[in-house]
């Protein structure tokens, strides 16, 4: 059984593309998917009262090997993933955990690694890489109104999500000469009808699999959005622009 239905497509198609061609541009789309939706974790045996939270150090996960190793904790994107874990048509259990604080439960108990789907076709993320993805602000409210977008979700949604004060994380390009310690330009684009629109990200990934050489500003969507109010360059923001993205016009913010 497991704590409500979980099937993290997103994260599974990342995962898959890892497996089949392992480098850094599939790995960062792996760490930006494992920031969105929610993972499974396995607690076939654990004496956990149903609705009970598993953050506690005291609640034995399920653990396993990384790629050299050292201790590994698994998480699955699926109930399906879990079963395959089990001799078939074994009892089973699983809780359902967003999947960034999953993230920081392994960081919190010190894996080398993080095991997601293991077996065929996984993806084991190192403990560097969970660090590195965990080490900004991130704005999950608005990743979750974002990928509920993509699913058929309110467009009015994703505008409130954007209106409650969070984390938002802006990109830093440097022009060429420039130095590393120098302000940095921000990434803009410019829209096919000539607009100029400001990017801005959920996430550190998100700006890795856009530009991974950009630096990452954080700031907070009131600041960013007083901007755009503002700005007689920027008419709009384009948010995650590697995708799912979205783009809010500035005549849409109250």
């Known amino acids: 059984m497991s704590s409500g239905h979980v099937d993290n497509a997103r994260l599974r198609r990342a995962i898959v593309a890892f497996a089949d061609d392992a480098n850094q541009r599939t790995m960062i789309d792996v760490l930006r998917a494992a920031l969105v939706g929610d993972?499974?974790?396995?607690?076939?045996?654990?004496?956990?009262?149903?609705?009970?939270?598993?953050d506690g150090a005291e609640v034995p996960l399920t653990?396993?090997?990384?790629?050299?190793?050292?201790?590994?904790?698994?998480?699955?994107?699926?109930?399906?993933?879990?079963?395959?874990?089990h001799p078939?048509?074994?009892?089973?259990?699983?809780?359902?955990?967003?999947?960034?604080?999953?993230?920081e439960m392994a960081q919190r108990h010190g894996v080398a690694w993080l095991s997601i789907d293991p077996g065929d076709d996984s993806v084991a993320i190192?403990?560097?890489?969970?660090?590195?993805?965990?080490?900004?602000?991130?704005?999950d409210r608005l990743s979750r109104a974002i990928a509920a977008g993509e699913r058929g979700g309110s467009r009015e949604a994703i505008v409130e999500a954007l209106q409650v004060d969070g984390p938002l994380l802006l990109a830093g390009e440097l022009a060429e000469g420039q130095e590393r310690e120098e302000h940095p330009r921000l990434r803009m684009t410019t829209r096919p009808d000539g607009r100029m629109s400001l990017l801005a990200f959920t996430s550190a990934p998100e700006i890795a699999a856009r530009h991974p050489e950009d630096g990452v500003i954080s700031t907070t969507?009131?600041?960013?959005?007083?901007?755009?109010?503002?700005?007689?360059?920027?008419?709009?923001?384009?948010?995650?622009?590697?995708?799912?993205?979205?783009?809010?016009?500035?005549?849409?913010?109250?």
Request: no cysteine; net charge neutral.
């Open 88 to 103: 078939a048509g074994a009892p089973h259990r699983a809780v359902a955990q967003p999947a960034g604080a999953v993230l």
């Open 63 to 85: 653990g396993g090997i990384g790629p050299d190793g050292k201790p590994a904790m698994l998480a699955f994107t699926s109930d399906d993933q879990v079963a395959r874990m």
């Open 126 to 139: 190192a403990k560097k890489d969970i660090a590195y993805a965990l080490r900004h602000p991130r704005n």
């Open 39 to 54: 993972l499974l974790l396995d607690v076939t045996g654990v004496d956990l009262p149903e609705g009970a939270s598993v």
């Open 221 to 254: 969507t009131s600041t960013v959005l007083e901007r755009l109010h503002r700005s007689t360059r920027f008419s709009s923001l384009v948010i995650n622009p590697a995708g799912p993205w979205v783009e809010i016009r500035r005549d849409e913010l109250t």
